[in-house]
């Protein structure tokens, strides 16, 4: 059993940055792929970010490259979703996932998830 606890969503402005954390208990974190998928009202969740349990390749969806940076600290058991530019369009509550294959992650089947943590981006 994996235990996922992000933290770091907040109220911001847009055009402004937010981190995320999310920290695991319960399993060697290393093994496992971990990422963000976020819901956002009315819709379905979609996919955000995913990171391999080495920490060397990330995967990222359309709507967030080149403004979103996942990264992991496997001495900590913890990743992290670093979120500049940040539009109204990102508000959303985003959760963390684990898997132990990251692709289930990215597809959205992952075998934990978070409770999630609220983002709201004002315009």
Not at 13 to 37: D, I, K, P, V
Not at 53 to 62: E, K, M, P
Request: net charge positive.
């Amino acid at each position: 059993q994996v235990q996922l606890v992000e933290s770091g969503g907040g109220l911001v402005q847009a055009g402004g940055s937010l981190r995320l954390s999310c920290a695991a208990s319960g399993r060697t974190f290393s093994s496992y792929g971990m990422g963000w998928s976020r819901q956002a009202p009315g819709k379905e969740r979609e996919f955000v970010a995913a990171i391999r349990g080495s920490g060397g390749i990330a995967y990222y969806a359309d709507s967030v490259k080149g403004r979103f940076t996942i990264s992991r600290d496997n001495a900590k058991d913890t990743v992290y979703l670093q979120m500049n530019s940040l539009k109204p369009e990102d508000t959303a509550i985003y959760y963390c996932a684990a898997a132990q294959k990251t692709h289930e992650v990215v597809v959205g089947t992952p075998d934990y998830w978070g409770q999630g943590t609220q983002v709201t981006v004002s315009s």
